[in-house]
């Protein structure tokens, strides 16, 4: 073709340009505005390349038009889910919970269709695999781009369905739900706490927003986005906004350690902090990200699994690729529970696998134990059937203790936790792990599979 026929980008429809946009980072977008008026206009088109983005980016995940009631500008919906999106998966809380309030360690966030729900993530009692799903958390945008997030303590709402609508009507007292801040403090960890600074007359909807960012996560993400202030739509240079109150708060900690009446300011002021924190109905909870919680081709056996134990429970297990090339499986255990987390079910140092043909001492092995299962009558598990056997395709050897690393005390210790077992993989990718001492299997499945919690149970508590 010769150079006179060739076709530049402005020879194409407009529709066929926001695709091709579409595309593009935020940051690059502004770079290609600049090359032209007219390419600037199109990039600020806001019904037209901000939707786009957004489309292509969460559509077949949430319904981008629904945030805001649909009066919400694209290009703000974009930096806002676009920061929130990191939220999505598993958390587990890190710390102690809030006193009174059942709060198990496991958190999952996900997309809802106008909003993003977290939801307490428990294993059943009924010795089955169901897992019991209880939405506490909701986390929505006001039609003028505020963030709004409620929490539900108690989890007293009968479905989610009524817990989103009682949050998207901005009840706080009569349906007992407690507006929240959430900071990131890097990528990995979150905090939630209380908004007491809800219904204020800080905005002009008297509705600070309940987002926060943190130096760090700013660092985190990078400049695509610009400049975006910590707090949206709340101005920095506003009487008690929140610039000048930490600016006072650090001059007041300072003035009162140097001051001859530092003691009494300080007394005096701690007495005011825990008035403030006597009203709070949320105490604040950290929470930590589980970065690596679905197995991957060269981790296999990587993430969060649930399995029935010899007293016919239901566990939660966190299997993980250490740094030195190891395997660790550890309980997903509530952290007051003295040690909850602390020993590993198993570990292994070597992680080569045994390739089928297995030898017939091992399949011995593996033939004769029972495998821990719920009773197919009592369960149908639409994805692993209930079977007696599965095609195993690969051994791995395994320990019970970290000591075993240390060539020179292999074997030398008398710990009864110091006890070789097996991992069998199955064709299915699943797998199942046994003690050489002990006379069962535990199959492990999976809690989620492609961004969707299995077999779960809602309820409220």
């Known amino acids: 073709m010769s150079s006179s026929s060739s076709i530049t980008f402005t020879d194409f429809p407009e529709d066929v340009q926001l695709c091709i946009l579409s595309f593009l980072t935020p940051s690059e977008i502004t770079s290609f505005s600049c090359t032209s008026k007219r390419f600037s206009s199109l990039c600020q088109s806001d019904s037209k390349l901000w939707f786009s983005l957004c489309e292509r980016r969460w559509g077949h995940k949430t319904h981008i038009k629904k945030w805001g009631n649909g009066h919400i500008e694209f290009k703000l919906l974009y930096k806002t889910l676009d920061r929130w999106e990191n939220l999505i998966g598993f958390w587990r809380r890190s710390g102690q919970g809030t006193v009174g309030v059942v709060s198990p360690p496991l958190v999952f966030f996900e997309w809802g269709k106008s909003f993003i729900t977290g939801s307490r993530v428990s294993p059943s009692k009924s010795g089955t695999y169901e897992v019991i799903k209880t ?31 009682a949050a998207e009507l901005g009840v706080s007292s009569d349906a007992d739900l407690v507006p929240v801040s959430i900071s ?14 809800f219904g204020s007359s800080y ?12 130096p760090s996560f700013t660092e985190s993400r990078g400049d695509d986005l610009g400049v975006v202030e910590d707090v949206i739509g709340l101005e920095s240079t506003s009487p008690g906004s929140l610039p000048d109150r930490q600016t006072s708060e650090i001059y007041q ?144 050897n395994i320990n019970s203790s970290y000591d075993l690393v240390i060539p020179d005390l292999t074997g030398s210790s008398v710990d009864p936790r110091h006890v070789e077992g097996r991992i069998w993989q199955y064709a299915s990718g699943t797998f199942g792990f046994g003690f050489l001492r002990n006379n069962f299997i535990t199959d492990l499945k999976h809690i989620a599979l492609n961004g969707h919690l299995l077999d779960t149970l809602e309820c409220c508590n």
């Open 203 to 214: 905005s002009p909807e008297g509705r600070v927003l309940g987002f926060r960012r943190s």
């Open 253 to 396: 900690y300072f003035a009162n350690r140097t001051s001859p009446s530092g003691d009494r300011a300080s007394r005096r002021q701690r007495k005011k902090d825990k008035e403030r924190y006597g009203r709070r109905k949320w105490e604040a909870q950290h929470f930590v990200k589980i970065v690596n919680c679905a197995p991957t081709s060269g981790r296999p056996l990587q993430g969060l699994w649930k399995g029935i134990c010899d007293d016919m429970s239901l566990e939660f297990y966190l299997v993980a690729y250490d740094d030195i090339g190891g395997i660790t499986c550890r309980r997903v255990g509530d952290s007051l529970e003295p040690f909850s987390g602390y020993f590993p079910v198993f570990w292994t140092s070597n992680t080569t696998f045994i390739e089928s043909p297995l030898s017939a001492e091992e399949e011995y092995l593996y033939d004769s134990r029972i495998h821990l299962r719920p009773p197919a009558v009592n369960h149908i598990h639409e994805h692993s059937p209930f079977i007696e056997n599965e095609d195993v395709l690969r051994i791995l």
């Open 184 to 197: 990131f403090m890097g990528k990995n960890h979150v905090i939630v706490e209380e908004n007491q600074s």
């Open 135 to 165: 939405p506490f958390l909701w986390m929505g945008i006001s039609p003028k781009g505020e963030c709004l997030n409620f929490i539900d303590p108690e989890c007293r709402f009968e479905s989610p369905a009524d817990f989103v609508k």
